[in-house]
């Protein structure tokens, strides 16, 4: 029984991921024909950053619906997308990066390839993980609302230049699958390309870059890692402090110092990694009973 917990608690994740990505995925007529899904579940938005133009989405990125509203001369805001990012963010913060992105299990799967040394982090790390704020504020905000067209409308600036999911998961399944959309290929496809190389690359030597540096997404769950239901805190009881949920944690956060990062994606590594299981987890009422009840011990 113990040995099956410990597969349980070593697979678990990886085994969600890979439902998720499936589930959120799983028109399989469109990578059949080369379409995009239709239906009515694409007017619902799916946590992670799954790309509304993947044959196989059964539902929208919340990044790419909310530039598409706020890009849209009909429309002046997302209230829809942006409440589902508030709800999702209040609730898990940025558990969904490590339990239900599918672009952050690529790229975990990427890194798990064993032929080059990895890296815990780059230099400059402190600063590049600002980026993806940046990213937010000027590529998904600003540019869509501001750098309209003739007739008023705004392009999807991340969706459209920058996201390196949108290439993997359509732009090339699209491309392959589609003839009309190949013959169309130019120098905007062949730059996302560069992009997503460079992403897959950086893969390889360090966990999760582009969740790291660039994502968006992870930029506005992060914002709530610290006031989220899900979320950490350390029995200061237990804790001694030896760094090992540290050398446990693939983004080199020091847990026991901060337990809600923004960085955290709640993979639950040093967690399972703590000696003395001074890193609770759960519910914000949960994780308070379970504290009282280990200090009552």
């Known amino acids: 029984m113990g040995k099956l917990r410990g597969w349980i608690g070593r697979h678990l994740r990886g085994c969600v991921q890979f439902m998720a990505t499936a589930l959120g995925n799983g028109y399989a007529a469109g990578f059949l024909h080369g379409s995009i899904y ?22 929208a990125c919340p990044i790419g619906a909310f530039q598409a509203v706020i890009g849209n001369r009909n429309y002046h805001f997302a209230f829809y997308v942006a409440g589902f990012l508030i ?12 339990w239900l992105c599918p672009f952050g299990w690529i790229q975990e799967l990427l890194y798990k390839i064993p032929f080059v040394k990895k890296l815990r ?18 590529f998904v905000i600003l540019l869509p609302m501001t750098v309209l067209d003739l007739v008023g409308q705004g392009s999807p600036w991340f969706c459209k230049y920058i996201c390196p999911s949108g290439t993997l998961m359509a732009g090339f399944p699209l491309a392959v699958l589609n003839p009309s959309i190949r013959a169309g290929m130019g120098g905007l496809f062949l730059w996302k390309t560069a992009i997503l190389v460079v992403v897959a690359l950086l893969s390889l030597l360090v966990y999760r870059p582009f969740c790291r540096y660039l994502c968006p997404l992870g930029a506005v769950y992060g914002l709530f890692n610290p006031v989220a239901v899900y979320r950490y805190r350390i029995d200061e009881h237990r804790c001694t402090k030896c760094g090992l949920c540290q050398k446990a944690c693939k983004l080199d956060i020091p847990v026991y110092l901060k337990p809600n990062s923004m960085e955290c994606i709640r993979c639950g590594e040093c967690k399972r990694a703590c000696p003395q299981e001074a890193i609770l987890c759960g519910k914000r009422k949960d994780v308070s009973k379970k504290e009282r009840k280990i200090i009552n011990v």
Do not use: H, M, Q
Request: aromatic share 10%.
């Open 121 to 138: 982090r780059l230099p400059g790390e402190k600063w590049l993980c600002r980026i993806k704020y940046g990213v937010l504020l000027i």
């Open 87 to 98: 709800f999702v963010g209040a609730l898990a913060g940025r558990f969904v990066c490590g």
């Open 38 to 59: 239709r239906g009515d579940t694409k007017a619902l938005c799916l946590p992670g950053l799954n790309c509304y133009s993947c044959p196989g989405a059964l539902g």
